[in-house]
């Protein structure tokens, strides 16, 4: 019970109570307090009374008298003049003296406590005004014992109410906890376990029904979690069907292009100046295809390979790659130009690096091509202290907001009309793999800017600071 919400609310609401009912107990024992000693001094000036109406008081009817007033005498004060109305004698000397006219809250709440802690019968004297202006003052003595014990049994009385009254509390919050709170939380957690039976059936997502504002939110943010958590995994096992028929086409498109590769090998004999010259290039474009190939065979039983780092020319690199891209682009009014020095060397893996250059250009020449204007692809290099800075440019009119927001993420962060976005996916994996990294410098009406960071040593090239980047616009 101590381990459920209902049992814990139970318990705590029934010590509350009982707090509460103690601080009320205190201020009730001292007004008791105080009535039973007006009470004490109203019947002593009634028997006071009798003593004046007869001029000769038998003693047994004035013990009678005392013994029903509860004390041992009486005193009135009368125009300035104190009178011994009933006495008897006092088993015990004076413990204290208590003025009623001149008592507060606090002292009266002080001196019940007082008394209920103190188990001796004292003997104490009580001053107060007479009823009905019957004289000055009336004074009594009496015994503490009688007034202690009926404070004990009024007390009890008073707890066992309380007791009484946070236990029906107690039980009514109980059942109210159980009805409005307990029950939908545990509705809550069973349709979570129901959802994780099979958390691709879109069935299974919660509806919100609680009308509890805090616990309808609470519904409707598990509702965008499932969601969100069944669009993920259904994309994930998307992804998974593709890439396993990819891998049967990687398969058999590895054997087309190891024949073409051979009759390639053969045109590089022919004397034609023409073929001479596109051989080699055709060669290098079937060789690299065979190598995507098996790389996508690789990356279906594990991830993306290694790279194999080997220091080469990038001027070299980044020629093939605009070149191959000339001749996509044809008779379109797109030019392609490059800053790279020609004694610039890097150390990188350059099948995987000519993948990430292709991927940036030919988004670049697409984004252009989808204008219909002139434009211009640039791809620029140089070299700092301690990385490589690799930068691709274009003229066109830059990313749409909601390619910008899922940048890098595979089937999410597509530029071109029908595209997967696989393209800036597999090229941030590769630049990754090399210890660097991928940015979009900028992206506007005036066109987008990639840079490739790759570091000169073993070390990885920490992440952009957050001003370092141009804000996309």
């Given at each position: ?7 814990r609310?139970?318990?705590l ?44 008081l ?9 013994e ?6 009486v005193?009135?004060r ?15 000397p ?18 019940a ?9 004292r ?7 007479p ?18 014990r ?5 007390g ?17 919050l ?19 376990r129901?959802y ?27 509702q965008?979690?499932?969601t ?32 073409a ?27 690299r ?17 290694p ?19 000339r ?12 800053d790279?020095?020609?004694g ?38 140089t ?12 003229t066109?009119?830059?990313m749409?907001?909601?390619?910008r927001?899922?940048l890098f ?29 991928l ?5 506007g ?16 090239v ?6 370092a ?5």
């Open positions: 019970m101590l381990n459920t919400l209902s049992g609310f139970l318990i609401t029934t010590i509350l109570v009982v707090l509460a009912e103690v601080f009320i107990l205190a201020p009730s024992l001292a007004r008791y307090r105080e009535n039973y000693l007006l009470s004490r001094l109203e019947r002593a000036q009634i028997a006071s009374l009798a003593v004046e109406a007869s001029d000769a038998d003693p047994g009817l004035e013990q009678e008298l005392l029903n007033a509860g004390v041992f005498n005193v009135l009368r125009d300035e003049v104190r009178q011994l109305a009933l006495s008897s004698p006092i088993p015990e004076l413990f204290a003296t208590y003025d009623l006219r001149e008592e507060t809250g606090l002292s009266l709440i002080r001196e406590i007082e008394l209920l802690a103190d188990p001796e019968n003997v104490i004297r009580v001053i107060g005004d009823v009905r202006q019957g004289g000055l003052l009336i004074e009594v003595t009496m015994e503490t014992g009688p007034l202690r009926e404070m004990i049994e009024y009890l009385r008073i707890l066992a109410v309380s007791a009484a009254i946070s236990g029906i509390t107690a039980t009514l109980f059942l109210a906890v159980q009805r409005f709170m307990v029950r939908p939380i545990r509705r809550l957690v069973g349709q979570m129901h994780t039976v099979e958390p691709e059936d879109t069935r299974r997502i919660i509806e919100p029904r609680a009308t509890l504002r805090e616990l309808h939110e609470a519904e409707t943010t598990l965008l979690l499932e969100q958590l069944t669009n993920a995994l259904k994309q994930k096992g998307r992804l998974a069907q593709l890439g396993g028929a990819v891998a049967k086409v990687s398969h058999d498109l590895r054997n087309i292009l190891t024949s590769q051979l009759f390639a090998d053969r045109i590089e004999g022919v004397d034609d100046p023409t073929v001479a010259r596109l051989a080699p290039k055709l060669v290098g474009s079937i060789t295809a065979v190598s995507l190939c098996e790389s996508v065979l690789a990356f279906g039983r594990a991830e993306e390979p790279p194999n780092l080997t220091r080469f020319a990038l001027a070299r690199l980044v020629s093939d790659v605009l070149d191959a891209e001749l996509a682009a044809g008779e379109e009014a797109i030019s392609f130009s490059e790279v020095p020609s610039l060397v890097i150390r990188a893996d350059q099948e995987q690096l000519y993948r990430v250059l292709s991927n940036l250009v030919r988004n670049a020449r697409q984004a252009l091509s989808a204008t219909g204007e002139e434009g211009e692809v640039s791809v620029s290099g070299e700092c202290e301690d990385h490589w800075r690799i930068a691709v440019t274009d066109g009119p830059g749409p907001p909601r390619a927001e899922n993420q595979a089937f999410s962060g597509g530029v071109a009309k029908g595209g997967s976005g696989l393209g800036l996916a597999i090229a941030a994996e590769l630049v990754r793999g090399h210890g660097g990294r940015d979009l410098a900028g992206s009406p005036e066109g987008t800017c990639f840079v490739i960071w790759l570091p000169r040593g073993d070390a990885t920490a992440a952009a600071p957050q001003g980047m141009i804000e996309a616009q």
